[in-house]
């Protein structure tokens, strides 16, 4: 095993994308993913011999989990997809880092809550809405039952810039309010949207503690969907006049959401000296850098 090596599955999403980019914590990250672009090691986590040779073969200290099905409508779609994904290649994901003597961070989210009583701490019952919530939270059992290092991190409405990533809500909203496209968006949908690149570097700075087991990590601000995109209006000069309020069931969407599902940050705060920045400075930060 290499101390100072990370191996991040899911390399090619937002997430991993940050963690390869700010990784200064002497940690040295291996990037893989499923379509093994440049660079990247080929896993595919359905698959146990691809998954059980690329960990063999880079013998990390901790595999940093950040690959998901992440469209929450999709996983209702289509549970058994996303059950294979997220509980599936998890367990295949523990069984190799038993095999090699590593320890696992599986990335969660507040959707295992069922936001009803918001933000949550690591302590509250999980009852998710839907099916991305439901099988993410069973990815997690997976993790804190295994015989390997295990560390569950929850965060919640991930936002910032990677020139090749898909959009994330933010970035989406600012790209259609710049070309003057009106835009509907949910007034009841509460969540503490979290700066990706605080994000890595406090799961970098966490593979250098003991811990183990369920924390939170999301952005300082409790915010609705509607205050996010009014926010962005003012930082960034848009017409306010184009975004219009409605309500998260009027969108009539496959999988319930979690109405206020933010989450507290008293845990992480004892474990790492990262202070997330305030919605509205990251804005500022994201304005120097969106095309």
Known sequence: MFDNRLLIIGASGFLGHALCDVSGYDW?????????????????LTKLDQVLAVVEDVKPRWVINTAAMTSVDGCERDPDLARAVHVGGTRNLVQACEQTDCGLVNLSTNYVFDGTEGPYSEQDSAQPANVYGQTKLESEAVVLNANCPGIVVRTA????????????????????????????VVTDEWANPTWVDELAQFILSLCHTKFQGVVHFAGADFLTRFEMVRQICTVFGFDTGLVSPMTSAAFEQPAKRPLRAGLKMDLAKTLCDITPASFDDNLKRLKDVVP
């Open 157 to 184: 409405v991930l936002y910032g810039f990677r020139p090749h990533c898909r959009p994330n809500f933010v970035t989406w909203a600012i790209s259609a309010l710049a070309q003057g496209e009106a835009m509907r």
């Open 28 to 44: 040295v990250c291996v990037p893989a993913s499923r379509n093994g672009q440049e660079d990247h090691r080929v896993v595919d």
